[in-house]
């Protein structure tokens, strides 16, 4: 055998001891904080407003959203508190969705009207997601907007 054969030969087996070590482990569990946002939000004819919460898990593990503790503010009026207990597993790496009811204040409704009027509306959510598995509460502070869907009146996303 060659010196040039005997060094690849060399080269291929650390090579492949190397990369044999590389996948012997378990895979890393990494936790990172959930988020929460509004994916839709439908103004219903009795004014309550039906919430669809967009759950997102950023982990690389499953985690399960057993609360969801939220003030809403609308374009910086208090809209009112969201409280939901879903009990919902979502895989890591995933979104799913969460429905939720509000009667939303007197001032939060006008000025939802009144925003909505001019194009989009502006939206706070503060307050906390908890988690089963892992058993964590991790706090949540999401800001965004909502502009009316076409062709579907009184939905926003």
């Known amino acids: 055998m060659k010196l040039s054969q ?3 030969f060399v ?3 650390v090579s492949l001891a190397l990369l044999a070590a590389c996948g012997s482990g378990k895979p890393v569990r990494r936790i990172n904080p959930p ?7 439908t103004v219903q004819a009795d004014g309550h407003w039906q919430l669809e919460l967009r759950a997102q898990n950023f982990s690389t593990v499953a985690m399960r959203f057993d609360a969801i503790e939220a003030g809403l503010e609308i374009e910086g009026i208090n809209a009112g ?3 939901v207990r879903p009990q919902l597993e979502i895989p ?3 979104a799913d969705v969460i429905a939720a009811t509000l009667a939303p204040s007197r001032e939060a409704a006008a000025k939802f009207a009144e925003a909505a009027g001019s194009g989009s509306v502006g939206y706070q ?3 906390s997601i908890e988690t089963g598995e892992p058993d964590r509460k991790f706090p949540l502070n999401q800001s965004s907007r909502l502009s009316p869907v076409p062709g579907r ?3 926003y996303r």
């Open 35 to 41: 988020a929460l946002s509004i994916q839709q939000l």
């Open 81 to 83: 508190a969201i409280f």
């Open 125 to 127: 959510l503060r307050g």
């Open 92 to 94: 890591g790496q995933s």
């Open 6 to 8: 005997l060094v690849r």
């Open 11 to 13: 080269f291929a087996l």
């Open 153 to 155: 009146p009184n939905t």
